[in-house]
């Protein structure tokens, strides 16, 4: 079966409860649409009130679809046929659809709509009109009123009309950007970017903090955790890679403090920086990747001392999760396969055999006394590198540029 489709048609999720600010969550919805599919040049993207569309102008079907399956806010989406806007050519579009479509034992419905009242039919007329040419062509036409095999939609516009019989489902939630910027950190690991996931869901405009320790750490797993933060821009558009110099302080940690409570300092360090730049760029929350119990630094007690140093609210998305159920997300997000590959991260190359569990707030703070805490920070904070990941092929947009311009 072979059917060419004109246009897209993207229906909302939870914006219809918006009110006053509906249009601010339309806006941005139809942004993040428009980013995910920039390089798809020909398509003719607006939105309206109740949905968007998407005219394809030729465009292929199947890879339009496949993105905006991913992209938060859609609720489902359709694609459509345009036909010329008289009975004679809908009837004709019609018989010919449901040839492709419909076969013996199948049933089906008529829904129109018709936003062009001035057109000669009324919705219900046109479903009468439309419910005949099915059962003047198909002897074993059927109709059904609930759960029919297809149901054809016709929507009379002031253009055209447009059919459509196949509705897709959206990804939900809320269009990236709606809620803020939260400034996500983002490792190697399994749990983080399915906590920047989570956040995108529910609309929060994420920027990635990678901290790197090199030559402690390498090369590869910084790609690492830019491929990783590519995998992310699917959901709503590219995502600022922020990169932290972090050696100097994790050697003076190591060099200063007892080695059962490294992993405590380092993780408090971690979120000082992340707590500045949040602050410089205009961020409302940190976001991370801990679930609760799952190691040392993310037992309560552990938690609570790393927390003492913000007061920055903290957003934990995975925090009651268990492993199989965060991996169950990275698979389902395709992160997992990234995130297993052995490069080591700040958090490791340093960790101790045995850390504090349940570290005092006390002794972090005596300990800390031996450091230039502020110094620290902010020599971190004035080495960072901004990159911009706009999709999962980044690192070959940026080798372009390079060749270009040599």
């Not at 859609?74 to 010329?84: A, D, H, R, T």
């Amino acid at each position: 079966m072979t059917v060419y489709y004109d246009e897209i048609m993207v229906r909302y999720g939870e914006l219809s409860t918006k009110g006053k600010n509906r249009g601010f969550f339309i806006n941005r919805l139809a942004k993040n649409i428009r980013e995910v599919l920039s390089d798809l040049t020909e398509l003719k993207i607006s939105a309206v009130r109740d949905r968007a569309h998407i005219v394809l102008n030729g465009t292929d079907y199947a890879e339009v679809s496949r993105r905006l399956t991913k992209v938060f806010g859609i609720q489902n989406f359709s694609p459509s046929i345009k036909v010329e806007k008289t009975i004679p050519a809908i009837e004709a579009a019609v018989a010919d659809l449901f040839k492709e479509i419909y076969t013996d034992g199948m049933t089906f419905k008529i829904a129109a709509r018709r936003a062009d009242h001035d057109f000669e039919l009324d919705s219900t007329e046109l479903n009468l009109t439309l419910g005949d040419v099915v059962f003047d062509n198909f002897d074993y036409a059927k109709v059904q009123m609930k759960n029919p095999d297809i149901t054809l939609r016709v929507e009379i516009r002031q253009d055209a009309a447009y059919l459509s019989y196949e509705t897709i489902k959206g990804a939900g939630g809320m269009p990236v950007g709606t809620a803020g910027r939260g400034h996500l950190m983002l490792s190697g690991g399994i749990d983080s970017p399915v906590a920047g996931y989570l956040a995108l869901k529910r609309g929060v405009e994420i920027e990635a903090v990678h901290f790197a320790s090199p030559p402690y750490t390498s090369p590869g797993a910084l790609k690492k955790a830019k491929d990783l933060a590519a995998k992310l821009t699917v959901f709503g558009g590219s995502i600022q890679f922020i990169e932290v110099p972090f050696t100097e302080i994790q050697e003076e940690i190591k060099a200063k403090a007892p080695q059962a409570y490294l992993m405590t300092l380092t993780r408090r360090f971690m979120m000082r920086v992340v707590d500045r730049i949040r602050e410089n760029r205009d961020g409302k929350v940190i976001i991370n990747g801990e679930s609760l119990g799952q190691v040392a630094s993310q037992t309560l007690g552990s938690m609570s001392v790393i927390n003492e140093v913000t007061n920055t609210p903290v957003i934990r998305p995975v925090v009651t999760m268990d492993k199989i159920e965060i991996i169950e997300i990275a698979e389902k997000i395709d992160t997992f396969n990234l995130s297993i590959l052995p490069f080591e991260d700040c958090c490791t190359v340093f960790a101790p055999p045995a850390p504090k569990t349940n570290p005092k707030l006390d002794n972090c703070l005596q300990y800390e006394t031996r450091f230039d805490v502020e110094g620290l920070v902010n020599r971190a904070v004035e080495g960072i590198m901004v990159t911009t990941i706009s999709g999962e092929n980044w690192d070959t947009e940026e080798v372009d540029e390079f060749v270009d311009f040599l």
